[in-house]
């Protein structure tokens, strides 16, 4: 979202003061997602939307990629009324209700802002793993772990740091001798990704030459993948 | 979905509810399961089972999808129609079918034979090409290729679901071209003139026509569970990398459980074992040797298809296969390092093919027994080999393959005991493989090769692994310990002449000893020891070097006859229990195949009474117990040779004696400078021979280049030095069993103290370290089930490999005896 | 001859039990259990994985560690031999072949054949330490077990 495209009502909420200072803070957060999370994401709502689904709800879904529904039945009618309820303004009015009654009108818009503040900060102010294990029940556990060893990279400050000067951020950060794609963790994926480094060609660091022979080469991987499924 | 076991009795049980005639009928059925366990538990072939009804199950596949006709079915069919005629002869004579009775057998085999159509020569070579492209097809490829999680490992050598008993393939292989006239379809004996002519024209790439292995028109084919063997060792410098494919198959038409004790080198660090069902490949657990047998049997007895690999002695396996069904494969792939020696200038791959019999001494019952197939039990020993009669051969044939990087360049390469065929890559690399019509392993493969140098380029290799660095450094002796004269000697020559070694063995032991005594000197003494089932000897003390003595002692030599026991220990209390004359060094030589089940007894003997002895044991014959003659050579301080039927024993003697004509280098010590060794072995660093290299492996931690410094005293008291320069980073050294292969030494070293003296904790020392390195032991085994089907029925007959006995041994003198 | 019928019956009475407790035993003691490893990656072709696995019971036996049914993890994978000696397991295994040799959606990547001692019934936890793309990218993915039922 961007300036032009607020809409301009917005500066006429009567909200309190807070909840609109946090909306207008969101927009200057520069939250980090990497491209795979974002694929993961699209992937997992792909998955949940694969043929055979209602279409309706598919079809909103799609316009509005960031409301995911998994009502397995949804009532027609409430689908029907809740893009106007959401796109209603407090002048527009397309809702049938009773005059004078500021109170439940001012207390709609609050559940929806609430609404979509908390789904925003869900979005975007946890770590992506963590986002793609509420997603994915079986990832639970290993988003618990995964939280456990990257702490530091779910903040978001830190996040925003690693954006900024990864390279500063890597070379300050200490990892293990076999954690060769740097996420604090030694696991098969570091034997993958040093398998691919040389596979590919790459120029790999001389300190990946783990069994110290003067070359990098699938001793070295299989190295990686024996220190990584010790218990 | 939890798996129930059920079992017939049961079942039987649950169904039957009035009271005394359930009883009667659960005690008719338990009855009964027990009877049919005990019978089933017998090996099919025995005796015992000839009039049971298991035997029935037993006759081998005829046509299951194969053609009728073919020769392997019509042998099958006259297996069958042996059987049958067999079992009925048994109720009268439950050895041997009489001899009108075997007239029988031999009248029906002529009317199979006849009956059957005879393939043509055209159809032969169409067979031993099919069999040959299969062969190339399913042989195990080299090359790790993208399968990350392969890692090199061992590739399925069968296509899947492959009917063994019907597949109508020529039994030997045939170079087109080669095939010989039925006249010459005999079962030849390697001959000596053959592998000489072969060796003075260095041209082992020749077609030869000694067929080996060939089934004569008199053999009898005997099914057997096992049909193939491939071997493919990958050699880099001293260390070689060994992967061996067992294929099981069931030719018969119920299940079977099948036996194999099959020899490995003695200083093999096994440390892979997977089962290979169709394109299924489990990866067998290192487990304690007795809860693997447990798993095993208890996998066995309930229908599931497992594996179970147990070490009998260093050198001596047992392989057992559970579950085989009717026409089925099951193969099983085993991987090991093992450092080669060094002998004489030539370096020596050596892959043992065959357990030879062994004597046991009376009263001893956990030796290493033979006994003629279809004798189960027949030895009284713990393990048991069961060999083919004479005129008896199995399908069972042998592929050796071998990638040799010698490091330096290779100036010589040959094998003396098999025909092989080389194709040279670099000057330091060369591929080999045996000879197609040289596949019948009835005795050891020895390949050896000679370097530019003498010596390797790299002689201290190194790996390191999560766990540590590792290491292992060959010592060469000095040039200059040739520019010395040796000190006077006391030469005691113990000379074996039981059953086993009869004839040629014997015959070379003599000539070498008679070769002996042209090289000894006046200042010298002698004494020549014979040992059967008693000991005897020249004299009453080692005698002076005399010419009346030395025609005494040939003559003495001339008389002597193999037969009787190997009670070896006999020969070493006269060899070494009396006093020793301190001018003199004091070699005893024993020549022997060793063949004997008493092992730790004869070590122990030897440990006891040694002193300032050195012992040299030469190993005779095709298939000498390797692990007895290194063992005794390394707690005699001394050296091991090998006499092969193929070599001379002169030749062997001369470079014995080149190497005894110098003083050992003793006392030697090493300055690692500055590198942090721990745990090396051998922990006392034995002496250096000319001729002889000296390893030692242990592991350590550093890095960079330096200089270790050897010294050691010459006979004359002064000291030498010598440098070895070492790179410890350098990627041409590194070697990755080495780690394998440090484990498996300090096991062994374990293991002789404990083989010799009872120590539970070494015990407990031993099994922890072959469990952290995943390596046989005496204590650790492999075993692999297949949980995820059950085989229908009880668990089948159990079947033995015969094996024939080794090439140059008597049947009559060993096994028949 | 009411002595030997006597005997005969008495005979049958102690020893009906004592067979059957024997054929029971034998049955129950010991039985082996094949269980079945899925990744399921979704639309994701699978280069690499990680797993923990183990039984929530001492009576459980590692006896083999088979790979999977694609043919890029047929072979059995990485494992620590030594951690199978406590009777649980982290196996994992890549492979950098293209997406197009890669398995998506639900695939067996390993079988765990077992030996369980007794009546109890095991539970299994298979977790998922991690799961990448060709591309060594995180992917989200499901893991299941399943025990084969071996009495077919």
């Given at each position: 979202m961007n300036e032009s495209n607020r809409p301009e009502h917005d500066e006429q909420i009567d909200a309190p003061r807070e909840l609109i200072d946090a909306l207008a803070d969101l927009d200057n957060e520069h939250i980090f997602v990497p491209p795979s999370v974002d694929e993961a994401i699209m992937s997992e709502a792909r998955r949940h939307l694969k043929p055979g689904q209602a279409s309706p709800e598919r079809g909103c879904v799609e316009d509005q990629p960031q409301q995911p529904r998994r009502r397995p039945e949804p009532d027609p009618s409430s689908n029907a009324r809740e893009p106007e309820a959401a796109a209603a303004g407090p002048q527009s009015g397309t809702q049938p209700r009773s005059s004078g009654s500021n109170i439940i009108a001012w207390s709609g818009w609050g559940v929806a802002i609430a609404a979509s503040v908390v789904l925003l900060v869900s979005l975007t102010g946890r770590d992506p793993r963590t986002r793609q294990a509420d997603r994915t029940p079986a990832l639970m556990e290993t988003a618990d772990m995964a939280a456990q060893e990257e702490a530091g990279a779910s903040a978001p400050a830190e996040a925003e740091a690693m954006t900024d000067a990864p390279a500063a951020e890597a070379a300050r950060m200490t990892f293990a001798r076999e954690d060769v794609n740097r996420d604090n963790t030694v696991d098969i994926l570091d034997a993958f990704a040093l398998a691919r480094q040389i596979e590919g060609a790459q120029v790999v660091p001389a300190s990946y030459d783990f069994n110290n022979d003067g070359a990098i080469d699938r001793a070295d991987v299989d190295w990686v993948a024996r220190v990584s499924v010790k218990l | 979905m939890k798996t129930q076991s059920h079992t017939a009795k049961e079942t039987a049980q649950n169904r039957l509810s009035p009271a005394f005639a359930a009883l009667l009928a659960v005690m008719l059925v338990w009855l009964a399961g027990c009877a049919s366990e005990e019978t089933s538990q017998r090996p099919w072939n025995s005796p015992d089972n000839a009039a049971t009804p298991t035997e029935e199950t037993v006759e081998p596949e005829v046509a299951v999808n194969g053609a009728p006709g073919s020769a392997d079915m019509d042998r099958a069919m006259v297996e069958s129609e042996k059987a049958k005629v067999a079992r009925e002869a048994a109720k009268a004579a439950p050895a041997e079918p009489s001899p009108k009775e075997a007239r029988r057998i031999e009248e029906t085999q002529r009317m199979r034979t006849t009956d059957a159509p005879a393939p043509h020569k055209s159809e032969l070579k169409k067979r031993a090409t099919a069999e040959a492209e299969m062969k190339r097809s399913t042989a195990p490829s080299s090359s790790p290729a993208r399968n990350p999680s392969g890692r090199g490992r061992f590739k399925s050598a069968a296509p899947a679901g492959l009917s063994i008993a019907a597949k109508p393939v020529a039994r030997v292989k045939v170079d087109p071209g080669t095939?010989?006239?039925?006249?010459?379809?005999i079962w030849v004996i390697s001959r000596l003139d053959d592998a000489k002519a072969r060796i003075a024209s260095h041209d082992n790439d020749l077609p030869i026509c000694t067929l080996r292995g060939r089934k004569g028109p008199d053999d009898r084919l005997i099914p057997m569970p096992l049909k193939h063997t491939d071997v493919n060792a990958a050699i880099d410098g001293y260390l070689a990398t060994v992967e061996v494919t067992q294929q099981f198959h069931n030719p018969f038409s119920s299940k079977i459980e099948a036996v194999y004790v099959f020899p490995l080198p003695q200083n093999a660090a096994v440390n892979e074992f997977v089962m290979t069902i169709g394109d299924r490949r489990i990866r067998g657990i290192i487990r304690e040797k007795q809860e693997a047998k447990r798993i095993y049997e208890a996998a066995r007895t309930g229908g599931y298809k497992a594996s179970l690999l147990t070490q009998e002695r260093p050198n001596i396996f047992t392989q057992k296969v559970a579950n085989i069904e009717p026409g089925k494969r099951i193969d099983i792939d085993l991987k090991y390092y093992n450092t080669l020696a060094w002998r004489d200038g030539w370096y020596e791959f050596v892959f043992p093919m065959v357990v030879a019999p062994r004597f046991n001494p009376a009263g001893s019952t956990a030796g290493v027994g033979s006994a003629p197939r279809g004798r189960h039990g027949g030895s009284g020993q713990a393990t048991e080999v069961q060999y083919l009669r004479p005129k008896e051969r199995s399908g069972h044939d042998i592929m050796v393959n071998v990638k040799l990087n010698a490091g330096v360049k290779i100036e010589e390469l040959h094998s003396r005991t098999h025909a092989i065929a080389k194709a040279r890559k670099t000057d330091e690399r060369y591929d080999i493989s045996l000879k197609p019509l040289d596949t019948l392993p009835n005795k050891d493969f020895v390949l050896r090769w000679r370097v530019t140098g003498s010596r390797?380029?790299?002689n201290f290799i190194t790996h390191r692994d999560e766990r540590s660095g590792y290491f292992s450094l060959m010592l060469y002796p000095p040039d200059s310990m040739k520019s010395l004269k040796r000190k006077p000697m006391e030469m005691i020559f113990v000379i074996d002449c039981s059953g086993s070694m009869r004839d040629a063995p014997l015959r070379q032991a003599k000539d070498a000893i008679k070769r002996a005594l042209n090289h000894l000197e006046k200042d010298d003494t002698f004494q020549i020891i014979r040992f059967s089932n008693n000991a005897s000897q020249l004299g009453g003390a080692p005698v002076p070097v005399t010419s009346p003595n030395i025609h005494r002692a040939k003559q003495y030599l001339k008389d002597l006859n193999g037969t009787g026991g190997t009670h070896m220990i006999e020969g070493i209390k006269a060899a070494l229990d009396f006093e020793h004359d301190p001018r003199r060094l004091r070699f005893v030589t024993f020549l022997t195949d060793g063949l004997i089940g008493n092992e730790a007894d004869v070590l122990r003997a030897i440990k006891q009474r040694l002193g300032a002895t050195r012992i040299f044991s030469f190993g005779v014959g095709s298939s000498p117990n390797d692990y007895l003659m290194d063992r005794m050579a390394k707690l005699g301080r001394g050296a091991v040779a090998y006499l092969n039927l193929q070599d001379s024993g002169s030749e062997i003697m001369d470079r014995f004696f080149e190497r005894v004509s110098h003083p050992a280098l003793t006392d030697i010590t090493i300055d690692w400078n500055g590198l942090e060794v721990e745990e090396a072995w051998p922990a006392r660093v034995p002496d250096l021979f000319v001729g002889r290299p000296l390893v030692v492996t242990g592991r350590f931690a550093g890095a960079g280049k330096r200089n270790i410094r050897v010294r050691g005293r010459l006979a004359n008291g002064e000291e030498i030095a010598m440098d070895v320069p070492i790179d410890l980073d350098n990627a041409e050294t590194v070697h990755e069993g080495l780690a394998a292969v440090w484990a498996r030494r300090k096991i062994a070293a374990m293991a002789d103290d404990a083989a010799m003296f009872h120590n539970p904790e070494l015990e407990d020392q031993i099994k922890g370290l072959a469990l952290d390195y995943s390596l046989m032991s005496k204590y650790t085994a492999f075993v692999a089930v297949d949980s995820s089907a059950r085989t229908a029925g009880t668990f089948g007959t159990t079947v033995p490999v015969a094996v024939p006995v080794p090439d140059g041994v008597r049947y009559e003198t060993t096994v028949g005896n | 001859m009411k002595k030997l019928i006597l005997t005969l019956v008495t005979g049958l009475l102690l020893a009906g039990p004592l067979a059957a407790q024997r054929a029971k035993d034998s049955a129950s003691a010991v039985r082996f259990q094949a269980v079945d490893i899925y990744v399921d990656s979704m639309n994701q072709p699978l280069a690499a994985y990680q797993i923990e696995f183990a039984a929530n019971t001492e009576a459980v036996k590692i006896v083999g560690i088979e790979g999977g049914e694609h043919p890029a993890y047929k072979e059995a994978p990485y494992y620590d031999p030594r951690a199978i000696q406590r009777e649980q397991v982290v196996i994992a295994a890549f492979n950098t072949a293209p997406a197009d040799n890669l398995p998506t959606g639900r695939t067996r990547i390993a079988t765990v054949h077992l030996q369980i001692s007794g009546d109890v019934e095991p539970g299994f936890i298979a977790r998922l330490k991690t799961a990448a793309t060709v591309q060594g990218e995180k992917v989200a993915a499901d893991v299941t077990t399943q025990e084969r039922n071996t009495n077919d």
């Amino acid at each position: 979202m961007n300036e032009s495209n607020r809409p301009e009502h917005d500066e006429q909420i009567d909200a309190p003061r807070e909840l609109i200072d946090a909306l207008a803070d969101l927009d200057n957060e520069h939250i980090f997602v990497p491209p795979s999370v974002d694929e993961a994401i699209m992937s997992e709502a792909r998955r949940h939307l694969k043929p055979g689904q209602a279409s309706p709800e598919r079809g909103c879904v799609e316009d509005q990629p960031q409301q995911p529904r998994r009502r397995p039945e949804p009532d027609p009618s409430s689908n029907a009324r809740e893009p106007e309820a959401a796109a209603a303004g407090p002048q527009s009015g397309t809702q049938p209700r009773s005059s004078g009654s500021n109170i439940i009108a001012w207390s709609g818009w609050g559940v929806a802002i609430a609404a979509s503040v908390v789904l925003l900060v869900s979005l975007t102010g946890r770590d992506p793993r963590t986002r793609q294990a509420d997603r994915t029940p079986a990832l639970m556990e290993t988003a618990d772990m995964a939280a456990q060893e990257e702490a530091g990279a779910s903040a978001p400050a830190e996040a925003e740091a690693m954006t900024d000067a990864p390279a500063a951020e890597a070379a300050r950060m200490t990892f293990a001798r076999e954690d060769v794609n740097r996420d604090n963790t030694v696991d098969i994926l570091d034997a993958f990704a040093l398998a691919r480094q040389i596979e590919g060609a790459q120029v790999v660091p001389a300190s990946y030459d783990f069994n110290n022979d003067g070359a990098i080469d699938r001793a070295d991987v299989d190295w990686v993948a024996r220190v990584s499924v010790k218990l | 979905m939890k798996t129930q076991s059920h079992t017939a009795k049961e079942t039987a049980q649950n169904r039957l509810s009035p009271a005394f005639a359930a009883l009667l009928a659960v005690m008719l059925v338990w009855l009964a399961g027990c009877a049919s366990e005990e019978t089933s538990q017998r090996p099919w072939n025995s005796p015992d089972n000839a009039a049971t009804p298991t035997e029935e199950t037993v006759e081998p596949e005829v046509a299951v999808n194969g053609a009728p006709g073919s020769a392997d079915m019509d042998r099958a069919m006259v297996e069958s129609e042996k059987a049958k005629v067999a079992r009925e002869a048994a109720k009268a004579a439950p050895a041997e079918p009489s001899p009108k009775e075997a007239r029988r057998i031999e009248e029906t085999q002529r009317m199979r034979t006849t009956d059957a159509p005879a393939p043509h020569k055209s159809e032969l070579k169409k067979r031993a090409t099919a069999e040959a492209e299969m062969k190339r097809s399913t042989a195990p490829s080299s090359s790790p290729a993208r399968n990350p999680s392969g890692r090199g490992r061992f590739k399925s050598a069968a296509p899947a679901g492959l009917s063994i008993a019907a597949k109508p393939v020529a039994r030997v292989k045939v170079d087109p071209g080669t095939l010989p006239s039925r006249e010459e379809e005999i079962w030849v004996i390697s001959r000596l003139d053959d592998a000489k002519a072969r060796i003075a024209s260095h041209d082992n790439d020749l077609p030869i026509c000694t067929l080996r292995g060939r089934k004569g028109p008199d053999d009898r084919l005997i099914p057997m569970p096992l049909k193939h063997t491939d071997v493919n060792a990958a050699i880099d410098g001293y260390l070689a990398t060994v992967e061996v494919t067992q294929q099981f198959h069931n030719p018969f038409s119920s299940k079977i459980e099948a036996v194999y004790v099959f020899p490995l080198p003695q200083n093999a660090a096994v440390n892979e074992f997977v089962m290979t069902i169709g394109d299924r490949r489990i990866r067998g657990i290192i487990r304690e040797k007795q809860e693997a047998k447990r798993i095993y049997e208890a996998a066995r007895t309930g229908g599931y298809k497992a594996s179970l690999l147990t070490q009998e002695r260093p050198n001596i396996f047992t392989q057992k296969v559970a579950n085989i069904e009717p026409g089925k494969r099951i193969d099983i792939d085993l991987k090991y390092y093992n450092t080669l020696a060094w002998r004489d200038g030539w370096y020596e791959f050596v892959f043992p093919m065959v357990v030879a019999p062994r004597f046991n001494p009376a009263g001893s019952t956990a030796g290493v027994g033979s006994a003629p197939r279809g004798r189960h039990g027949g030895s009284g020993q713990a393990t048991e080999v069961q060999y083919l009669r004479p005129k008896e051969r199995s399908g069972h044939d042998i592929m050796v393959n071998v990638k040799l990087n010698a490091g330096v360049k290779i100036e010589e390469l040959h094998s003396r005991t098999h025909a092989i065929a080389k194709a040279r890559k670099t000057d330091e690399r060369y591929d080999i493989s045996l000879k197609p019509l040289d596949t019948l392993p009835n005795k050891d493969f020895v390949l050896r090769w000679r370097v530019t140098g003498s010596r390797l380029k790299s002689n201290f290799i190194t790996h390191r692994d999560e766990r540590s660095g590792y290491f292992s450094l060959m010592l060469y002796p000095p040039d200059s310990m040739k520019s010395l004269k040796r000190k006077p000697m006391e030469m005691i020559f113990v000379i074996d002449c039981s059953g086993s070694m009869r004839d040629a063995p014997l015959r070379q032991a003599k000539d070498a000893i008679k070769r002996a005594l042209n090289h000894l000197e006046k200042d010298d003494t002698f004494q020549i020891i014979r040992f059967s089932n008693n000991a005897s000897q020249l004299g009453g003390a080692p005698v002076p070097v005399t010419s009346p003595n030395i025609h005494r002692a040939k003559q003495y030599l001339k008389d002597l006859n193999g037969t009787g026991g190997t009670h070896m220990i006999e020969g070493i209390k006269a060899a070494l229990d009396f006093e020793h004359d301190p001018r003199r060094l004091r070699f005893v030589t024993f020549l022997t195949d060793g063949l004997i089940g008493n092992e730790a007894d004869v070590l122990r003997a030897i440990k006891q009474r040694l002193g300032a002895t050195r012992i040299f044991s030469f190993g005779v014959g095709s298939s000498p117990n390797d692990y007895l003659m290194d063992r005794m050579a390394k707690l005699g301080r001394g050296a091991v040779a090998y006499l092969n039927l193929q070599d001379s024993g002169s030749e062997i003697m001369d470079r014995f004696f080149e190497r005894v004509s110098h003083p050992a280098l003793t006392d030697i010590t090493i300055d690692w400078n500055g590198l942090e060794v721990e745990e090396a072995w051998p922990a006392r660093v034995p002496d250096l021979f000319v001729g002889r290299p000296l390893v030692v492996t242990g592991r350590f931690a550093g890095a960079g280049k330096r200089n270790i410094r050897v010294r050691g005293r010459l006979a004359n008291g002064e000291e030498i030095a010598m440098d070895v320069p070492i790179d410890l980073d350098n990627a041409e050294t590194v070697h990755e069993g080495l780690a394998a292969v440090w484990a498996r030494r300090k096991i062994a070293a374990m293991a002789d103290d404990a083989a010799m003296f009872h120590n539970p904790e070494l015990e407990d020392q031993i099994k922890g370290l072959a469990l952290d390195y995943s390596l046989m032991s005496k204590y650790t085994a492999f075993v692999a089930v297949d949980s995820s089907a059950r085989t229908a029925g009880t668990f089948g007959t159990t079947v033995p490999v015969a094996v024939p006995v080794p090439d140059g041994v008597r049947y009559e003198t060993t096994v028949g005896n | 001859m009411k002595k030997l019928i006597l005997t005969l019956v008495t005979g049958l009475l102690l020893a009906g039990p004592l067979a059957a407790q024997r054929a029971k035993d034998s049955a129950s003691a010991v039985r082996f259990q094949a269980v079945d490893i899925y990744v399921d990656s979704m639309n994701q072709p699978l280069a690499a994985y990680q797993i923990e696995f183990a039984a929530n019971t001492e009576a459980v036996k590692i006896v083999g560690i088979e790979g999977g049914e694609h043919p890029a993890y047929k072979e059995a994978p990485y494992y620590d031999p030594r951690a199978i000696q406590r009777e649980q397991v982290v196996i994992a295994a890549f492979n950098t072949a293209p997406a197009d040799n890669l398995p998506t959606g639900r695939t067996r990547i390993a079988t765990v054949h077992l030996q369980i001692s007794g009546d109890v019934e095991p539970g299994f936890i298979a977790r998922l330490k991690t799961a990448a793309t060709v591309q060594g990218e995180k992917v989200a993915a499901d893991v299941t077990t399943q025990e084969r039922n071996t009495n077919d």
